[in-house]
């Protein structure tokens, strides 16, 4: 078995949508799928869901499913393997799901944990006598000031202040989708690019005679002249295309098979697609810039707590709680009332799995942000040679550089004139160009070998009987 089940899908979903029938090529032009798995799926689904064939004059099979598609495999078995995926489906959004809330939990609820136990200690020192159990008289100082400071801008906010802070809120993405952003990032934006670049590279194929040249499959792919010839090879093994030679000498990629379609839509021109640039994260700036300070906060205290266990270590006697910091102190009798070992509470819970956490929390972001960077610079590359590779394809003569102005932000490389001279020397490793200065001063360049290649491709493609890679009547009705 050389397919999965979402393919098996994609075929039957490609199926419904074409009442009219459809061959293989049809449904290898919508799917993207190899021919072979094309083939092989068809009939399955024939066989589910009661097809009717219709073989044509050309030999082609033509199926189509007047009764609609009400599978005939039912029963408990079927039934419960269906269960069981859907079952398996919803497990695996539901554990996705839980990850994202157990982050959430983790970065705001240590926060609120910590800010807790900071409030309290400021309470508990306003309030305590000198001299008392838990430390010296006084405050905490500038952390003391600080917590302080944050409370009463907290409690003293104007109510339509609260009010616009409730519309905004309703407004804003949930909570643990905006952590997962943030640490994770958003969903590939070109996840279903190579699908989309093949359908469209069938798509042009089914419409020029079934017959591409390099240089054609570089505008859609934006690759080299070496990284193309060998993805084309790829692409006439998935598609049943192979390589011809013109009586001129040059060589081009014919996919006779992919004609024989019942859909007769055309699609002439040269199409190169856009990639889209990946996005760090859909946040706004300053939620960002929220989860960051809460997370700071987090590592401030975790790191605090961690030390004090390594410096002060267990408290036990009246003169070791007046001499401890008074967070840690109080944080320790507290525990102390619940369990013999709260030093080993402190140690694990707040001190080295909030510490862990927080230092994660960074550098996963920062690593995907290198990553990103160099991901996203590679797509501008690509899609302006794509745009670029086009622009030479379409001219060949006397063509000057800064014609290559990028139409969009997604094809402009950070160094523009690296990029300009990149497309140059990629095209100009398939043919040769003849450079020269025009009367401004500027270089051009012409593509003499690659013009007399592409009238010997067009020579070729007109001169392709289309007439017998038709499918033509229907000789044959199984329905019948």
Known sequence: MSYSDADYQKVVNSLKKRSNGATTADICAVTALPLSTVRELIPKAADEYSGHLRVTQSGEILYHFPRGFISKYRGFG????????????????????????????????????????????????????????????????????????????????SNDDYRYRR??????????????????????????????LNKSIIAFLQSNNGVISLPEYMVFTGEDSLEAEKSILSFCSKYSGSPEVTDEGTIVYRFDELLL??????????????????????NSKNMNAGFIIINAVNLVFGSYFLYQTLTQGPLTTELQYQLASKMYAYTHFFLGLFTQYPTVIITAALGIVPVLF????????????????????????????????????????????????????????????AARDRVIKDIGAISSPEVETDEYGETTYSFIELEREKKALNKYRVSVDTAKLQIGETVFDSNV
């Open 78 to 157: 079927v039934s419960l393997k269906k269960a069981a995926g859907k079952l398996g489906v919803f497990i695996k959004k539901a554990l996705a799901f839980l990850f994202k809330v157990w982050i959430m939990v983790m970065l705001i609820g240590y926060f609120l944990l910590f800010v807790a136990i900071a409030l309290a200690t400021v309470f508990l020192s306003a309030t305590s006598k000198s001299g008392g159990k838990g430390g010296k008289s006084g405050g905490l100082g500038l952390l003391d000031l600080l917590i302080r400071l944050w409370f009463y801008s907290e409690i003293t906010r």
């Open 167 to 196: 519309k905004a809120k309703k407004n804003k993405r949930p909570m643990h989708k905006a952590i997962f952003s943030f640490i994770f990032g958003e969903e590939d934006p070109n996840k279903d690019w190579y699908p989309q």
């Open 261 to 282: 379609r019942a859909d007769s839509r055309n699609f002439k021109e040269l199409s190169p697609g856009i990639q889209r640039l990946k996005t760090f994260s859909s």
């Open 358 to 417: 927080s230092i994660f929390f960074w550098l996963i972001p920062l690593a995907r942000y290198s990553i990103l960077k160099k991901d996203n610079e590679k797509i501008k590359l690509t899609n302006f040679k794509r745009f670029s590779f086009n622009k030479i394809w379409s001219a060949l003569k006397k063509i000057r550089t800064d014609i290559f102005s990028p139409p969009c932000e997604e094809c402009r490389p950070k160094d523009l004139n």
